[in-house]
């Protein structure tokens, strides 16, 4: 199994603050959003692969947020950033007003348009192969394969998720049937959660449509429907035995167990073959470098991931699935079941040592990964640093709102440009800013203030964040009073 990480989104207008705070300063989301310069001969090279845009428009249905991910996805293919909404709408020459219908329609004709923008000036058709057109051929494919499938599921998974009434335990336990054996114990249910539906670790029943959607972006080529559906129908029987569902649940259990204890075991019979030294000399060239990220991050294994993932995808390949991340870190069961889940040190340095290539220079191996972990060690420490300023005030917010969606949305809106609200409605900001479920109404404050910091870029200042804090939270006070007042008035007036 695949996992496509989803990237922000678009999405319907959120209307302008009606107070400003002399002297806040936005989050600049879009900081580096001009277009390239044209090539010439853009026109001619696109043309080229007007069969692949063709197919890629079809498969999105010319959604905007299937193509932001998309091009999401070939910017950092190319080792960038991924692509800001600011500039996303500009490549399609779209203005917040279009993207007040949803979903926001682009014409096949802006696409194409769009790509002759990606053309640089130095670009051939070969050269523009690799960077762009790559990336939407193996996706095109992926996708076609997936829908395909996810089509002969979609009825037997129904049936499951009502055999189960959604139990988020339930469809856990069919998940990692599908996993090979040694994987399942370095997927402990918390962490299928966040990584794999995108939900909360402590999540109790998944929507039907949201487990589809989320089973069907984890599918890679060799899964198959064929395969599937024995183990669909399996648990199917099982949850209409509540003594077998339940002995399936022990049984899924003490095999986690025993899998971990036959690791060890294994481990203390046979030491895994150690890194090569070859390795070890390149990767501790860079030792300054790797205890900084691993001090900036905390050892939390979704900052680590993201950037494992970004340096896979910087090289042309696929982001790294969760229980390979695991794997590499040789995270323990114990370990995974803790939240946040986090790496040491030294498991960091194992991970790292088991990437260089046998031809990789340290300068290769530089250029390759250390670059990424330069450049995302400078984002995470500028963030925490500043969330430690920032702490008490989001505190007071997230008391002041119960940690209401809503409110603290609108607290965030306010630290966005106002051409990038449209971008970022209720929902997508949930996802993808939150890391929660769409439809989520509540946030704990943990979950808050790590994902708070974690969409923090090296521009943003505390000092300049702090007065918006201070106005919602006030806001929300103010608000408290009054409703308090009325409730009074009202229970006296009745008696």
């Known amino acids: ?18 107070t400003e705070v002399p002297g806040a300063q936005k989050i600049k989301l879009v900081p580096r959003a001009a277009l390239p310069p044209q090539n010439a001969n853009s026109k001619q090279i696109v043309a080229e ?31 960038k950033p991924p692509l800001p909404p600011a500039t996303m709408l500009a490549l399609l020459e779209l203005t917040s007003d279009d993207c007040k219908e949803q979903p926001v329609i682009v014409s096949e004709v802006s696409l194409e348009k769009a790509f002759e ?17 790559v990336v939407i051929e193996l996706q095109i494919k992926r996708s076609r394969h997936a829908e395909t499938e996810i089509e002969k599921l979609r009825g037997p998974f129904k049936e499951l998720h009502t055999s189960c009434k959604g139990s988020a335990n339930g469809l856990y336990l069919f998940f990692m049937e599908l996993l090979p054996e040694e994987q399942r114990a370095q997927s402990p249910m918390p962490m ?27 599918m890679d080529y060799t899964d198959t429907a064929e395969d599937i559906i024995p183990k669909v129908e399996k648990h199917i029987l099982l949850n209409k035995d509540p003594k077998a569902a339940k002995a399936a649940a022990e049984a899924a259990e003490k095999a986690q167990h025993e899998a971990m204890a036959k690791a060890k075991e294994a481990a203390g019979a046979k030491v895994p073959a150690p890194p090569k030294p070859e390795a070890i000399a390149i990767v ?18 979704t900052s680590i991931h ?52 046998q031809d990789d220079t340290a300068e290769i191996f530089k250029e390759k990964v250390i670059s990424y972990i330069t450049a995302s060690t400078a984002r995470c420490a500028h963030s925490k640093k500043q969330i430690e300023v920032l702490r008490p005030a989001l505190s007071a917010l997230h008391a002041g709102c119960g940690g209401a969606t ?8 306010d630290l966005m440009p106002e051409e990038q609200r449209s971008a970022m409605p209720l929902d997508m900001w949930n996802m993808h800013v939150m890391r929660v479920h769409p439809k989520t109404e509540q946030i704990p404050l943990a979950q808050f203030l790590l994902s708070f910091q974690d969409s923090m870029d090296t521009e943003d200042d505390s000092a300049k964040i702090l007065p918006i804090l201070e106005k919602h939270t006030a806001d929300l006070t103010a608000a408290k009073v009054k409703t308090d007042q009325v409730v009074t ?7």
């Open 49 to 79: 692969y007007r069969e692949q845009i063709a197919s890629l428009y079809k498969m999105t249905q010319g959604r905007l947020e299937a193509l932001h991910v998309m091009f999401c996805q070939i910017a950092e293919h190319n080792g």
């Open 489 to 495: 008035e009202v229970e006296e007036k009745d008696s």
């Open 284 to 301: 501790d060239q860079f030792k300054d470098e790797i205890k900084a990220m691993h001090e900036a991050t905390g050892g939390r294994v």
């Open 306 to 357: 993201s950037t494992f993932c970004n340096i896979c995808q910087a090289n042309g390949r696929p982001p790294i699935p969760p229980p390979a991340m695991g794997s590499l870190l040789e995270l323990t069961q114990e370990e995974t079941q803790k939240q946040p889940v986090c790496a040491t040190e030294a498991q960091l340095f194992k991970a790292l040592y088991k990437m260089p290539k």
């Open 117 to 133: 923008k990606m053309v640089k000036p130095d670009d051939s058709g070969q050269n523009f192969y690799d960077k762009v057109v």
């Open 192 to 218: 299928w959660l966040q990584m794999v539906m995108r939900m909360p670790p402590a999540t109790k029943s998944i929507p039907l449509d949201h487990f589809i959607n989320m089973f069907q972006g984890a």
């Open 406 to 413: 809503k409110d603290l949305h609108a607290f965030f809106m």
């Open 1 to 18: 199994m695949w996992m496509l990480r989803l990237l922000p989104g678009m999405g319907p207008e959120t209307k302008k603050p009606q």
